[in-house]
């Protein structure tokens, strides 16, 4: 083909070298004949065995990446799980086996349909954004009713070292490829960037590049090529030089710093002595140790969900407590952000699935809680005695006004006043909010009188702005870089700063190099990310100045959208770091 630079969609930064592999995704032959009455149970043993191992290969995918992501991020397939172990779901199937004398696949592949059909034509648009996780459970079951070769075997098949382009990238394929750490990934389609299958190879750190045109992919098969999403170029066949150029530019420090060396005083400080914590998201006791490996400053949002997730009941008192004052003992001297436990109606745990009807009015975060407070009241308690054990902080998710405050308040003093004069006194609590709707903004204000500091939210703050799920097909990339975005975080930082409150930002924001210098320039007082990200986060900070990076910002806020901006960031960074 010769040297050739195509123009994508980049959904992931950095880059990688490797030869272009062309995943074949081939179509399935599904029987539509019919079967005998005394086929019939055989039929219906073909599709449990098929569930059954689907539902294994589910949890390989699922215990890989919980190991390797954030664990917001790796329950992604907890959806698929729900879905297959959904006694309704398997007996409808059965039933059309049964009804219509059909084979499994067959009936596997009507009912998936159907259901696909049904949220069409819908105007739920929260459902529509899981009809290609349904159309893949159902992919994945029929392959395991027919046979044939399996998405491993395809895998086993192909080099590590290349970049995979493909049709349809879908969740299943973007876990299966982060398994195998391929370099890149490029796809025509279902790599928008707040899908699943873009956020689990983002976590990876692995290059993605979307709306890249299969047939150019298969021209390329086996070429050699570049893939720069940091600039959003693919370079086909190019020639020696550039590829040594490009791996010495990302082995450096200018894309990934994760070069940082050890030393005494981990405190990150900017060139004029600006001091920025930098802390981690975890969801767990296991993810303090990669926390403090990593030079942590603490630990910025406890995500309690998973303490939900992982119960079939709701869990009790007791073993919360034990699960926070654990991570509080584990991290001191070092400070704890505990969040509670976050839901609404795109996220309900198995213990409140019974109470569905309760939420009919899409309450989140706080709200939610409200309306369980059995619950709530249970998880605070929990919090504020594991105070006992060193600093804590208990921030409240979607906070809309100052009444939401309140009323924690008044749970909190009703836990505290049950206390021992003598235990009270060594509690170390401090009470903050999470400011991430438009309410929270509005009442920016009132709610800074009566908290001690606030977190910002970027993740549901971005989507409440854009109008649309994170889930949802957006192709834009990197959204928190919009001018008009960076300005409303700005408002949030410089309120809290006016009412001398610290403030942090601990949304997928703050993991992204670039995005940190501006919220650097904002005046953050903190940084909450992925525990491996720390230390090059920590380097970044040591090498920039305050000054500057207001500097920065003030000049980012006057372009026209998130790309100018990233251009921008780039640019700065290959020539300033």
């Not at 709707?437 to 204000?445: L, S, W």
Request: charged letters at 25%.
């Amino acid at each position: 083909m010769g040297k050739f630079i195509l123009n994508g969609t980049p959904v992931s930064s950095g880059a990688g070298v490797g030869k272009i592999y062309a995943f074949e995704q081939t179509s399935i032959e599904i029987n539509r004949g019919k079967i005998k009455e005394s086929l019939i149970d055989e039929e219906i043993l073909r599709l449990e065995v098929a569930i059954d191992k689907t539902l294994l290969e589910i949890c390989d995918l699922s215990n890989d990446l919980r190991q390797r992501l954030e664990a917001e991020n790796s329950l992604i397939f907890e959806a698929y799980k729900t879905i297959l172990e959904d006694k309704y779901f398997i007996s409808e199937i059965k039933d059309l086996i049964i009804v219509k004398k059909i084979f499994a696949e067959n009936a596997v592949d009507m009912c998936i349909n159907s259901y696909v059909t049904a949220i069409e034509i819908s105007d739920n648009d929260y459902a529509k954004q899981s009809i290609i996780d349904i159309k893949e459970i159902g992919s994945r079951i029929i392959r395991n009713i027919i046979g044939g070769k399996t998405v491993k075997q395809n895998l086993d098949d192909i080099d590590s070292k290349c970049i995979i382009g493909i049709k349809c990238l879908t969740p299943w394929l973007a876990a299966a490829f982060g398994k195998k750490n391929v370099t890149g990934v490029i796809s025509e389609e279902g790599a928008a960037y707040f899908s699943h299958a873009a956020i689990i190879l983002r976590g990876l750190g692995i290059p993605l590049m979307n709306k890249v045109s299969y047939d150019f992919i298969l021209k390329s098969n086996g070429q050699t090529a570049i893939l720069d999403c940091n600039n959003g170029t693919l370079i086909i066949d190019p020639d020696k030089k550039e590829i040594s150029r490009y791996k010495d530019l990302y082995k450096s420090r200018i894309f990934d710093l994760g070069g940082f060396f050890r030393k005494k005083n981990t405190h990150a400080e900017t060139i004029d002595k600006k001091r920025i914590v930098v802390m981690a998201n975890i969801s767990n006791i296991d993810e303090c140790d990669i926390a403090v490996s990593n030079l942590a400053d603490g630990i910025g949002l406890v995500r309690t969900e998973i303490l939900f997730i992982n119960s079939k009941d709701i869990p009790d008192e007791k073993q919360q407590y034990a699960a926070y004052s654990k991570i509080v003992k584990k991290m001191k001297p070092e400070p704890v952000f505990i969040r509670t436990w976050d839901a609404g109606e795109d996220k309900i745990f198995s213990g409140f699935t019974s109470k569905m009807s309760i939420n009919k009015e899409g309450l989140k975060g706080i709200r939610f809680s409200f309306t369980q407070m059995d619950v709530l009241t249970a998880q605070i308690s929990a919090i504020v005695h594991s105070a006992l054990f060193g600093q804590v902080g208990i921030m409240f998710p979607m906070v809309n006004d100052v009444s939401d405050i309140f009323k924690v308040k008044g749970i909190i003093n009703n836990v505290v006043n049950c206390m021992d004069d003598k235990i009270r006194a060594k509690l170390n609590l401090k009470i903050g909010a999470v400011i991430e709707n438009r309410k929270g903004i509005e009442n920016i204000d009132s709610i800074l009188e009566e908290v001690d500091f606030i977190s910002i939210g970027t993740n549901d703050l971005l989507e409440e702005m854009q109008g649309a799920s994170r889930k949802h097909s957006i192709e834009n990339h990197k959204l928190y870089l919009h001018p008009d975005f960076l300005t409303v975080v700005k408002y949030c930082c410089m309120k809290s700063h006016d009412k001398g409150k610290p403030v942090s930002v601990c949304g997928e924001m703050a993991s992204d190099i670039p995005a940190a210098i501006l919220l650097i320039g904002m005046g953050v007082d903190g940084l909450s990310m992925h525990p491996a990200k720390i230390t090059s986060h920590k380097e970044l900070i040591r090498k920039i100045s305050y000054h500057e990076s207001r500097e920065i910002l003030d000049e980012a806020l006057r372009k026209l959208d998130e790309r100018e901006v990233t251009e921008m960031l780039n640019e700065w960074l290959k020539t300033s770091i």
